[in-house]
Nanobody, 127 residues
Framework: QVQLVESGGGLVQAGGSLRLSCAAS????????MGWFRQAPGKERAFVGA????????YLAPSVKGRFTVSRDNAKNTAYLQMNSLKPEDTAVYYC????????????????????WGQGTRVTVSS
């Protein structure tokens, strides 16, 4: 069983930056792709970005490409979501997720391929 704990959310002005962290425990971190999703009030959960088992293979949603980056540190069992140039429409609860993938290094936006989820961290961007 993998436990995921997000941190780093908060209130920021438009144009500002935040870095979210996702600390994992209870499994072999390097065997999991890591994904980030978000859910805005009244909307469905949406894909933000993902990274394969090893750093360097990432996939970002078009709405955040160029502003957000996904990274991971397997030695620290932690994934990160660096968010720059934040906009009010980025306001949401952000969730990290882990998908077991011992042989593939491909990140994916497919919600169903993620096995474990964190509790979420709230990001509010004021205009």
């Amino acid at each position: 069983q993998v436990q995921l704990v997000e941190s780093g959310g908060g209130l920021v002005q438009a144009g500002g930056s935040l870095r979210l962290s996702c600390a994992a425990s209870g499994g072999t971190f390097s065997s999991y792709r890591m994904g980030w999703f978000r859910q805005a009030p009244g909307k469905e959960r949406a894909f933000v970005g993902a990274i394969g088992r090893s750093a360097g293979v990432t996939y970002l949603a078009p709405s955040v490409k160029g502003r957000f980056t996904v990274s991971r540190d397997n030695a620290k069992n932690t994934a990160y979501l660096q968010m720059n140039s934040l906009k009010p429409e980025d306001t949401a609860v952000y969730y990290c997720a882990a998908g077991f993938t011992p042989t593939s290094n491909n990140p994916t936006s497919n919600y169903a391929t993620y096995d474990y989820w964190g509790q979420g961290t709230r990001v509010t961007v004021s205009s």
